[in-house]
C-alpha cells in the first residue's frame, strides 16, 4: 500500500514537472494589436458602426483577401489607457472567433463571421482572412436568393408564353398597364429573358469565388 502511495506521488510529481505547449492570452494577443496598429477610442466606434452592408459592397467584385499574420508579445506591458481600450474591444466583440484574428479589420469581422457561421474549421480561420470568409458566406446566401428568384422569372416567361390572361394582368398591374399596348408582351418577355441571363450570370461568378474559398481552404490543411 505504501509503495503504490509513493508511486503515485511520484507520478505526479513528474506530470507537473512536465511542459505544456504556450498559448498566449487573448487579452495579450489584443494588447499587442492596439499598441502595434495604435489603436484609439475611434475603434470603438468602428466596431460599432461597421455593418454587412458595408462587406455586401464587396460582393459585386468579390475576391480572396490575404491573411496578414501578427506575432502578439508573450506578455503584454502596456499604459492604463490602452489597458482599459484593450478590455472593452474583448468585451464588444467576445466571440470564440477573437483568438484567431491576426489584424484590427479580423477583429471587426469575428463577431459578424461568427454570427453567421459559428461552426467553421480552426484551420480556415487561421488560414483565410475573415473578409473572405465572410465574403464566402455571403455570396453562398446570394446564390441561393438568386436561384429561387431564377426559378420565379422562368414561370412568368413560360406563363407569358402561354397566354395565361392571370398572369398577364397580374404582370400588366405590377408595371402600370391600365390596357396592355401593342406588343408589351413581346417586350416585357424579352426583358425578363434579359434579367435570366443577368441573374445566371451573376450566379456563376460567385459559385467561382465560392469554389476558389474552398480551394484555397483545402490546400491550407494539406
Known amino acids: 500500500m505504501k509503495e503504490k502511495l509513493l508511486k503515485h506521488i511520484r507520478s505526479h510529481r513528474a506530470r507537473k514537472k512536465l511542459k505544456y505547449p504556450f498559448e498566449r492570452r487573448l487579452f495579450d494577443r489584443i494588447c499587442g494589436m492596439v499598441k502595434e496598429y495604435q489603436l484609439g477610442r475611434d475603434f470603438l466606434l468602428r466596431l460599432e458602426r461597421f455593418s454587412e452592408l458595408q462587406l455586401k459592397e464587396k460582393l459585386l467584385h468579390a475576391r480572396m483577401r490575404p491573411k496578414s499574420y501578427f506575432e502578439p508579445p508573450l506578455f503584454a506591458l502596456c499604459s492604463r489607457e490602452d489597458y482599459l481600450l484593450t478590455l472593452a474591444i474583448m468585451k464588444r466583440t467576445n466571440n470564440p472567433y477573437l483568438r484567431f484574428a491576426q489584424s484590427p479589420d479580423e477583429v471587426v469581422l469575428s463577431r459578424l463571421l461568427h454570427d453567421r457561421n459559428p461552426s ?45 390572361e392571370l398572369v398577364l394582368k397580374k404582370v400588366a398591374c405590377s408595371i402600370g398597364f391600365i390596357e396592355c399596348p401593342s406588343g408589351w408582351k413581346e417586350n416585357l418577355i424579352e426583358d425578363k429573358r434579359s434579367r435570366l441571363a443577368s441573374f445566371r450570370d451573376r450566379i456563376d461568378r460567385l459559385r467561382r469565388f465560392i469554389l476558389t474559398v474552398e480551394d484555397a481552404a483545402a490546400e491550407s490543411v494539406r
Not at 441561393?144 to 397566354?163: C, F, G, I, S, Y
Open 120 to 164: 467553421l474549421a480552426a484551420e480556415r480561420l487561421g488560414s483565410l482572412h475573415f473578409e473572405t470568409l465572410l465574403l464566402c458566406e455571403l455570396a453562398g446566401e446570394e446564390v441561393r436568393n438568386l436561384a429561387n428568384r431564377v426559378e420565379e422569372t422562368e414561370r412568368e416567361v413560360q406563363a407569358l408564353l402561354r397566354d395565361e
